[in-house]
Every structure is written in C-alpha cells, then in structure tokens.
C-alpha cells in the first residue's frame, strides 16, 4: 500500500496581502477623529480671538503698513474734494452708517430707564473730561503738535463699539453704553469744535472754525446715522438682514475705523520716523496718564452716586474712554497738511490702543463686582 504523506505548505507570499487587505485599527481611526477635532477647535479658537479684538489689531495692521510702506496710504489720502479727503470722509461715513444701521429703539428705551447715569456720563464725557485738554495743551511735549493732538483726543466723544463690548465683556449695562455712544458722538458735533476753539485759543500751530467743523461733522457723523436708522425702520427685510450679519457689520465698521488711521499715518510717515524714540514713549505714557485720571475721577464719582453696579460699569468705562477715529477725522478738518495731520493723530492712536489693553485687564475684575452683587 503506498503511503501518503501530507506536506505543511506555507505561503509567505500571501502574508503581505493578508496584511494589506486588514482595516486600520479602531484606536488609529479614533486617534485620527480626535487630531481633526483638535484643528477644528484651534481655528475656531483663532478665529473667535480675531473676531474679538479685531480692532486693536486692525489698528496695529495699520500702524505697520503705514510705516512700513507709506506710498498706498499717502496715494488714498491724497485724493480731495477741496479741502475733504474722499476716502477717509466715505470711512467716516460707513462707521456711522452701520452705528444707525444697527442702532435699537428698544435698547434705547431701556437705557433711559436708567437716566442718573446716563445724564452724568453725558456731562462727563462732554464737559468733564474735556477740560484735561487745558492741561493736555500745555505739557512740555516736543515737537509741539503732540500737545495739540492730546488735547483734541482729551474733547472728542467717547468710542465707537469698543467702549460697549468691554461693557459686555465685564457684563455692565450694554443699553447704557451704547446710549451714550450714540448720544455723545451725536451731540459732539456741536459740543466739541467750540470746546476745542476754546482749548486752543492762541495756539500758534493750528487754528479751528467751529462753524465749518459743525457742518463737516454733521455730514459725516449725523446724516448716515440717520440714513441708517430710517433704512432699518422702514424695511423690515433689512433690519433682518442686519441682525443676521451683525458681527460682520462690526468688523466692517472697525475695518474703516483702521482705513482711517492707516491713511493719516502714511502721509506723516517720514517725520514720525524721525522722532527720537523717548518722545513717542512719553506720548504714550501722557495718553496712559491720561486714561488713569478719567478712570479714577469718574471711579470716584459713580462710588460716591451709589450708582447700581451694572450701570456704574457702563459709565465708568464709556466716561473714560475717548474716539481715536473721531479725533482724526476732527484734525483732517482742521488742517489739510497730511504731515501736521499725522502728528496730531499719534497721541489720540496710542491712547486708544492704551484704552483697549487697559480695559481688557479691567473688566476681570468688573464683572467679579457684577458676580458678587449677584450673590
């Protein structure tokens, strides 16, 4: 009988195949998932950073630009219509336009509600606050046109959307705070050339027409706020539209307010280069100083009115804040030399950028106040 041997055969060829036609293992596919879910939450991350302080850094954007390559900036800036810079009037004018746009009858209504405060940050922010410019003036800055431009800075209205949201930011009263945005930079038009005309009466550096200024400023500061507001009344379908896309309305808005300083440091390139480095750090430091007075008179004041805490919030911030963007568009009015404009404006600029990361550190420690008198 014949004998059958079986043989053990083994096919290593197969094995790669085999090893080939596996699934990728559940913990590598979880692994996976998760890395995308990570990048997803940083770029939204990012994105809600940029989205929350896209002013401060639309303002640094700008600043290095204009230094950096000047040319684009003073091009735009020179193109006028007698003695108005076209695009910087048209900035002016969306900025004001998208405040009336998103501008709210309601909100209005129930700020009035909380009329002490409101009358005292009006007469704060219009007549108070001001009055540092007498002092602004006479500070031993060199060259001489810082001091004039820290005083235009210390009689303008106070921000545009920046004051409201460190409002919401250290949870105040937002209705307030934009009440007064809105009623101070409404009322400015009148208040602040005659202010400033009595601030800088003979100076020697620049003169101002509170008559021609009031005009300007009506054209750029009230007529498309009102355009605005009417445009939203009379269509519902916008007014829609303008909630839907209010966040992008508002970088819109800060992209002009950029456009602004861009423009007015371009054109004063040169000579801001030229300035020896401690005359800028003692600007900056005078617009620092500047910030803390306003903070700690009006600190006192709300302290001593027993305003409740989230209307005191709103008036502290919104009365010791001042416009940059404002008080450029006053200086490109009052003189058409984009070189004297661009020093005037340095001190309103950094006062601004001051206010911001000033009022960032602070509102972590308003809203501990709004926490506790909740408890």
Avoid at 28 to 46: E, F, H, K, Y
Avoid at 309 to 325: C, N, T, W
Wanted: proline share 5%.
């Amino acid at each position: 009988m014949a004998t059958i041997t079986l043989e053990r055969r083994d096919e290593p060829a197969l094995a790669p195949r085999i090893e080939a036609q596996r699934p990728v293992p559940l913990v590598q596919a979880t692994q996976s998932a998760a890395a995308g879910q990570l990048w997803v939450r940083r770029l939204q991350a990012v994105k809600a950073f940029v989205i929350t302080n896209y002013l401060p850094l639309a303002f640094l954007v700008a600043l290095v630009w204009a230094l950096s390559w000047p040319q684009p900036g003073k091009t735009v800036g020179s193109w006028q219509i007698k003695d108005v810079r076209v695009v910087q009037a048209l900035n002016n004018f969306f900025v004001f336009l998208v405040s009336g746009l998103t501008l709210r009858t309601k909100e209005i209504k129930t700020a009035f509600k909380q009329w002490p405060g409101l009358i005292y940050g009006l007469v704060a922010i219009l007549a108070f606050t001001p009055c540092l410019g007498f002092a602004a003036k006479r500070l031993n800055l060199t060259p001489p046109e810082f001091n004039i431009g820290l005083a235009i800075f210390c009689v303008v209205p106070t921000t545009l959307g920046v004051g409201v949201a460190l409002t919401a930011a250290a949870k105040g009263n937002q209705a307030l705070a934009l009440l007064l945005t809105v009623a101070t930079n409404l009322l400015g038009i009148v208040t602040v050339p005659y202010e400033l005309k009595l601030i800088l009466l003979g100076s020697n550096v620049v003169s101002v027409d509170p008559g021609s200024l009031v005009v300007k400023l009506i054209f750029t500061v009230l007529v498309p706020t009102v355009i605005g507001k009417a445009a939203c009344s009379l269509s519902s379908s916008l007014d829609a539209a303008v909630r839907r896309h209010k966040v992008a309305l508002s970088l819109f808005s800060h992209t002009n307010l950029a456009l602004i300083i861009w423009q007015t440091l371009s054109g004063a390139r040169d000579v801001l280069v030229a300035q020896p480095f401690h005359r800028v750090v003692l600007v900056i430091l005078a617009s620092v100083v500047m910030h803390l007075i306003y903070l700690a008179f009006n600190a006192v004041v709300v302290g001593v009115f027993r305003f409740p805490v989230k209307e005191g919030i709103a008036v502290l911030i919104m009365a010791s804040q001042k416009s940059a963007p404002v008080a450029v568009t006053v200086i490109s009015y009052i003189t058409p030399d984009i070189t004297q404009q661009g020093l005037f404006s340095v001190p309103a600029i950094v006062g601004q950028l001051a206010q911001i990361f000033m009022g960032s550190l602070l509102i972590r420690y308003l809203s501990r106040l709004v926490k506790d008198d909740h408890e």
